[in-house]
């Protein structure tokens, strides 16, 4: 198999097991935690998740941090 059918591949099943546990991941606090930006104004409507990109920065780079390994 060439890299790309191996990239694919796996991505697909990555989505799938995704797709079975978003019941379960739905109800984490991911995208509600301090430091999260919510403005609600009428007719306006502003959401900056700053924590939450953080703290998915950080997961993200020390699963690639351990993949390198």
């Known amino acids: ?3 790309w ?7 697909g099943v990555l989505l799938i097991i995704l ?3 978003w019941p379960y991941l739905s109800k984490l606090p991911i995208g509600r935690l301090p430091g999260d930006i919510y403005i609600d104004k009428p007719n306006f409507k502003l959401y900056f998740p700053i924590t939450t990109m ?3 920065s950080v997961i993200v780079s ?4 351990l993949f390198r390994k």
């Open 5 to 11: 059918q191996k990239i694919l591949l796996y991505l």
């Open 19 to 21: 797709s079975f546990a």
């Open 54 to 56: 953080l703290l998915l």
């Open 62 to 65: 020390f699963i690639l941090w």
């Open 1 to 3: 198999m060439s890299a």
